[in-house]
């Protein structure tokens, strides 16, 4: 007799998955349906649990906390001493200083970059200054232009390097 219910509960179970596809159903409910289901005829629907909501904790104008500081003094002190950003140090971004580096003019159709070589640098690359424009090495922005092209390149209204 025994093992004839735990056929039918496994089979219930299984029954339960397949329709559910979830894994939000826990092993109580399912004895529950599988209760429900040998002593009753109608189809058990189990119950969708409800969403709880968490709501944030109110603003507090008192410490809650030992080490807290109330508010008259909080953000104080030399952590907090200069907070206007327009007074802060701003240092140029390292693109900016590249374009303030003048063209290296050069009489040779290919240049090679190292970057200044030994740990500092880069690998060496070569750079095409055949055409009309202002070439830049890949790694370290390094602006070349071939000598030829000066007239041309100084004719333009605007440069993004100084030549």
Not at 64 to 74: E, F, G, I, V
């Amino acid at each position: 007799m025994y093992a004839s219910q735990l056929r039918a509960a496994h089979r219930l179970l299984r029954q339960c998955a397949l329709a559910q596809r979830s894994f939000a159903t826990t092993a109580r409910q399912l004895e529950a349906a599988a209760t429900a289901k040998t002593t009753s005829t109608a189809p058990v629907v189990p119950e969708e649990p409800v969403p709880i909501s968490v709501e944030q904790a109110p603003n507090r104008a008192d410490i809650w906390s030992r080490s807290q500081q109330p508010r008259s003094k909080a953000m104080t002190g030399p952590r907090f001493e200069q907070t206007d950003y327009e007074l802060q140090p701003r240092p140029y971004a390292a693109i900016e200083l590249i374009h303030k580096q003048p063209v290296h003019w050069t009489h040779d159709r290919v240049v090679a970059c190292d970057g200044g070589g030994g740990p500092a640098g880069h690998p060496r690359i070569f750079i095409n200054t055949d055409k009309a424009e202002i070439c830049t090495c890949n790694y370290c922005g390094l602006p070349f232009a071939n000598e030829h092209h000066r007239k041309h390149l100084e004719s333009l209204p605007e440069t993004s390097y100084p030549l």
